[in-house]
């Protein structure tokens, strides 16, 4: 299983960036749950998004009303969008798949780095 991550860039405070993360090999990703990570220089990994199989999503209290995870499971990708962008942002931005319907498993995508300016 192969896991392609697109869209990162530059973009100004207050922009907004989509990413996309292409699943390559698996042929059960109706049965993921997929989560969005970022890792700032310096800083530890962190969850920023999740959603499960079911479409169930949760996010961490720092993106919150400004970034959406979306699945569409036809084209076996995952997708963040981020809106109002803050330089506290500014990452390299994973993708995970943790769980294929009961089993777990801990793929993970290249990274797409995301850098916001002030």
């Known amino acids: 299983v192969q896991l392609v991550e697109s869209g990162g860039g530059l973009v100004h405070e207050g922009g907004s960036l989509r990413l996309s993360c292409v699943v390559h090999g698996g042929k059960a990703f109706i049965g993921y749950d997929m989560n969005w990570y970022r890792q700032a220089p310096g800083k530890q990994r962190e969850l920023v998004a999740r959603?499960?199989?079911?479409?169930?999503?949760n996010y961490t209290d720092s993106v919150k009303d400004r970034f959406t995870i979306s699945r569409d499971n036809a084209k076996n990708t995952l997708y963040l969008q981020m809106n109002n962008l803050k330089p506290e942002d500014t990452a390299v931005y994973y993708c995970?798949?943790?769980?294929?319907?009961?089993?777990?498993?801990?793929?993970w995508g290249q990274g797409t780095q995301v850098t916001v300016s002030s």
């Open positions: 995970n798949v943790d769980r294929v319907f009961l089993a777990t498993v801990n793929y």
């Open positions: 959603i499960t199989r079911g479409s169930t999503t």
